[in-house]
């Protein structure tokens, strides 16, 4: 039985690991409409492998899925993101915070197709990204806005505090 016990958890372990492996990104071609087909699949890694790997700018794979997301959201033709003022605020003090929140949004609509309600996708997103971002030791950088937004998160009081005073519409 423990046999068993450690097998199962060794295999765990090496799946873990293998999850975190990307493809090279940069051979990936996104430049015509039908080099995006069936490249979901690929997608769901690379933002899983960036809420698996914390913030690091030296980082050189998680710039290179980075990148990729980014040429993906912006190509895709299945899919289209909305990025407003109002939702980013929060988040643009730093690139690496606004490029959590646009893989928490591709995650989240990747997960959820079925919803288009733009207040729902928000809700989805920041309820991915805030727990994602409160884990990561360096939060100097955060705006205070940010921080408002984490503590209404922690207190369970997101929505109010999204939608008070039609702070996003």
Known sequence: MKKVILLFLFSLNICNSFSQELPNLKNIKLSKRS???GTETLVFKV???LFHTPIDKKNKSRTEAG?????WMNGTPDYTFYLEEKETNFFNTDSDLMLMYMAGLTKFTLDNPSV????TLI???MGIVLPYLNKQENKTRWSKELWQLNDANLKGKL?????????IN
């Open 123 to 125: 809700l989805g997103t």
């Open 35 to 37: 080099q995006f087909k």
């Open 116 to 119: 288009k309600d733009q207040k």
């Open 67 to 71: 990148q990729f997301l980014l040429k």
């Open 159 to 167: 929505q109010e505090y999204l939608y008070q005073d039609s702070r």
């Open 47 to 49: 933002t899983d492998y």
